[in-house]
């Protein structure tokens, strides 16, 4: 953990260098690298973090709350309901689905249906920049967080919000359903119809993972949705001039007018790659397109985890054949779900193969008024579409080296 001080003395547990939301993503990484691996040796420092950044139950902790985007609390949300999926301890304090209702509860009541007929803003506050935005992120982490609370605790209610949210997405243009591309974010000004067409994974990655699970749950007549959100995260990341199996992101290749990727954007191979291992377990059909992809991009991962001795620290483009130089906590997560991702085979039909639900092992209790100042009994609902709303919608350096390279050398002589 070379790159976290926060469970260090005068230091706060959570955060890391940089933006609050890659706390969310970091100890979402270590609570998927313990369900894949088994090792326990990271669960005591993840699980502090997770409580000490709850907030009110509801990821809106007072030092951030004033600065936060409804991207950054819902990817701690997704942290929290991955922890209830997967059946990491707990702490007695509160239950990793009710924080993830927190989110959720705290979300729908920022749903605006005055402008655009619906959807989130980027930003929770009025007085930050980016206000005037709906983004994809932000609302297909919505939709995805519906989802998976939909499937885990069969509440219609979630149901309905994950159909609304999608359906939505839809009616802008961020989803096109033609082609089955997603643009980056519309503008309020524009009346959500001037879309920002920038293409970033995480955004292809937070829908398909969504969907699938949407597919998992009603069991749709079509499968449409996730398999052509696949189709084009293939065609737009895993680009066939690096063979067709290697992540990449727009922002890596040292082309001509290619901007370098930021901090944000140096994350995203981490969550895809992880809503792609989970896809195929809730998707099984989707195992055989996945796992070639999950493969090769932890081959090219392994390559680029040959920097300088003793740490063989990680690099960021894996469709490279050599270290390339950029390293940091990122590039360290990225690799580390990739090659945790590329554990599906060895977990296939287990028993407690996640993600579980209350029904098939889930042991997380919910408190469906979690986020909403009071305490209620777990039959409570979370809050209801209303008519309007209906009309409106009309890690860090912990990258085992046995592990990785038993990977790497796994997927070279193929098995």
Known sequence: MTYYHGNESGQIPGKLPGTWWTGGEVFMALVQYWYWTGDTSYNDVTKQALIWQKGHNDYLPDNYTQDLGNDDQVFWGLAAMTAAELNFPEDEEVSWLALAQGVFNTQAEKWDPDTCHGGL???????????????????????????????????????????????????????????????????????????????????????????????????????????????????????QEYGGNIMVEPCEPQKQGVVPCDGNQSTFKSLVTAWLAFTTTIMPETLDQILPKLQGSAEGAAKQCSGPSPDKICGQRWFLDKYDGVTGLREHMCALSVFTANMVPFKTGNRDQGPLTADTGGTSKGDPSAGTGSRKPEKDKPREITTGDRVGASIATVVVVGIWLGIAAFMVTGG
């Open 121 to 239: 803003r980027w930003q929770r506050n009025s007085w930050n920049g980016g206000y005037d935005l709906k983004n994809s992120v932000s609302n297909g982490g919505f939709f995805q967080l519906a989802a998976r609370l939909a499937r885990y605790t069969k509440n219609e209610t979630y149901t309905e919000w994950a159909e609304k949210a999608f359906t939505w997405a839809t009616s802008v243009p961020l989803i096109i359903e033609k082609g089955w591309t997603i643009n980056d974010l519309v503008t309020v000004e524009s009346n959500c119809q001037a879309p920002n067409q920038m293409q970033w994974s995480y955004n292809y990655g937070i829908y398909f993972n969504g969907a699938a699970y949407m597919y998992n749950l009603v069991r749709m007549a079509s499968d449409t949705q996730p398999l052509g959100l696949l189709n084009t995260t293939w065609r737009n990341f895993f680009p």
